[in-house]
């Protein structure tokens, strides 16, 4: 028995907003409006996205002493998710600079702060964490050889999802295990190397992630909905749900964290897919990241 249904292994951000009608050029400076501070980061995000919906939640993470640090526990506290594996100092707490545009579309730079600092030592000393949760969901903000740690510290039959942004190479190791390994075009790219130069589509894109090793791939397309992936069932298409969209900004991390959440219950890859297109399409009707994110019943009427 799981004392968890999803932890969350990752990065915790304050998240530092501006919003500006075009985002500046090269050398060119451009007026904003008035700065606004929320708890982000891609771990955080996933991990109050996945409590709203109403899974049992913790999170491994790393913050600084700091008052944004301060910020980052609250924000998971109030959401229910379980922040004993949040470990404080080292650095200041990690800090994203996103500029949004009237259409909603974001651009971000990230400050890792303390979750460079998130280490494999870390994920050993929380190996009882790691052993007490179904599903491990994990991303790239924090080093890499962390993540290695998390894979070979799974429970046994426990499942692995990881959304490898900012991307890079994967080592076989970390790609063997991911069920699914989700991933937007640019991130399919990067991971592909040129291989993905000459791929012709996303169902291109899919098949060939999939022949590098995962047990199953998720590919996110936007307002054209997902393709899911995977030895035994082909590659399928999921429709995307129609809305006004308002700041995109945490939408992906949604998406992972719904889809980690409902494979982790026993539904199948389409179906927590589709479940998890319904709740992307909630969050970026909403201004910020995890103030954006719907409760199940929010997302049942969609």
């Not at 996205?49 to 944004?68: S, Y």
């Not at 609250?74 to 959401?79: C, E, H, K, M, V």
């Not at 640019?186 to 291989?195: C, D, M, Q, S, T």
């Not at 069932?233 to 429709?239: I, L, S, T």
Request: include cysteine; hydrophobic fraction near 45%; glycine fraction near 12%.
């Amino acid at each position: 028995m799981y004392d968890y249904d999803l932890l969350v292994v990752g990065s915790a951000n304050a998240d530092l907003v501006i919003g500006v009608e075009r985002r500046p050029a090269a050398g060119e400076t451009v007026l904003g409006s008035d700065l606004a501070v929320h708890p982000g980061g891609k771990g955080a995000n996933q991990a109050v996205a996945a409590a709203r919906l109403g899974a049992r939640t913790a999170l491994l993470a790393r913050v600084g002493d700091d008052a944004h640090g301060r910020l980052l526990l609250d924000a998971q506290r109030a959401a229910g998710v379980d922040t004993t594996g949040v470990l404080a100092g080292g650095a200041p707490t990690g800090v994203a600079l996103i500029t949004v545009d009237p259409s909603g579309d974001n651009s971000i730079v990230v400050s890792p702060g303390a979750n460079g600092r998130l280490t494999p030592a870390d994920v050993r000393a929380a190996s009882g964490l790691l052993h007490a949760s179904k599903v491990v969901s994990a991303q790239l903000e924090i080093p890499l050889e962390t993540v290695v740690e998390v894979v070979r510290n799974l429970a046994p039959g426990g499942r692995f999802v990881l959304n490898p942004s900012p991307p890079r190479p994967l080592p076989a190791e970390v790609l063997a295990v991911c069920d699914p390994l989700i991933v937007n075009e640019h991130e399919a790219k990067v991971i592909l190397g040129e291989a993905g130069d000459t791929a012709a589509d996303p169902e291109d894109w899919a098949r060939l992630l999939l022949a590098k090793g995962p047990r199953s791939v998720v590919v996110t397309l936007g307002a054209e909905g997902a393709l899911v992936a995977s030895a035994d069932g082909g590659v399928q298409r999921v429709a995307s749900v129609k809305v006004d969209a308002v700041d995109t900004t945490g939408a992906g991390d949604s998406f992972t964290a719904a889809l980690a959440w409902r494979v982790g219950a026993g539904a199948s890859l389409a179906q927590a897919a589709a479940y998890a297109a319904r709740v992307g399409a909630a969050a970026v009707t909403r201004r910020g990241a995890q103030e954006s994110f719907p409760t199940a019943e929010e997302v049942d009427t969609l």
